[in-house]
């Protein structure tokens, strides 16, 4: 009878755990489907839904350089994937993408030896890794960005880590997420702690700050598939999936810690640190949003 019943409770005790585990993504996977499905309607037809979504759009320009309907992996064109005009630039533009040189010089730093005589291959033994970050480390209670991978391997290796943003560890991580693409992101929320952070990235994603009193919620859900002047505004849906980006405006790569610190201060915020909590918070919450989405980058943006 005691075996009996200790067998009962150890059985109870693993349906709850699981149960526990699975509900840490439970809000996040709501989130993400009302996201998702908001983009799929907006975009399912701008001309019938005009009213509801480009009420101030010129339905001439709607019909003329709106592309529709759009389905769920389009969105990882950013502006290009709704705005011909952009699309069809662009599509030259990449003929000779401006990105192919920083990835090859990725390719040598990531084949170069260290001083000690090992590569990043031996902290990466698969290259193809990019759609499993940023991820939230348990053992070690923080988000681990891939810039964070990619100086963490540098040091245990005896050598200094590079500078954020830019340089040869946006190339480096370019090279990863050349063998990354076609991998579909897959970020998890394993724990209560992780599930903490989320929510962080969700409340910054949302909230109105700066002088200008604006959020990335306004420019890149409410007004995504309209016009700054001649600017497309890109969906949030997807964004991660293009990183890094070689942008016309930076004259070289940037990784998506560099985005979205520049993003930050266009709303007339101070411009956050890379790698800063906040920073590494809001990454995680928008790549969920995008969970299941085949990567893409680097790609070319102005």
Known sequence: MLK????????????????????????????????????LKKFENPVANRDKYFPYVPLKELKKD??????????????????????EQFAEINDFPPYEIPVDDGEELFNKPFANGKTYASCFPNPAIKQNYPYYDVHRDEIVTIGMAVN???V???????????????KVVAYLAVKSRGKKIDIKIPNENAAKAYEAGKKLFYKQRGYLAISCNECHVKSAGKRIRAEALSPALGATTQMPVYRIKWG????????????VKDTGSEKPKMQSKPLKELAYFLTYMSNGMKLFGPDTRK
């Open 252 to 263: 070289g790569l940037g990784t998506l810690q560099r985005r979205l610190a520049g993003c």
């Open 152 to 154: 963490e391997c540098r």
């Open 4 to 39: 009996k019943l200790i067998k009962i409770v150890a059985v109870s005790m693993i349906s709850t755990t699981i149960v526990f585990a699975a509900n840490f993504n439970a809000q996040a996977e709501k989130d993400r489907k009302a996201f998702v499905d908001y983009f």
């Open 156 to 170: 245990i290796n005896g050598e200094k880590p590079l500078k954020y943003g830019k340089g040869d560890l946006a």
């Open 66 to 87: 709106y592309i529709y309907p759009l389905k769920f992996q389009d969105f990882q064109d950013g502006p290009l994937s709704w705005y011909r005009p952009s699309k």
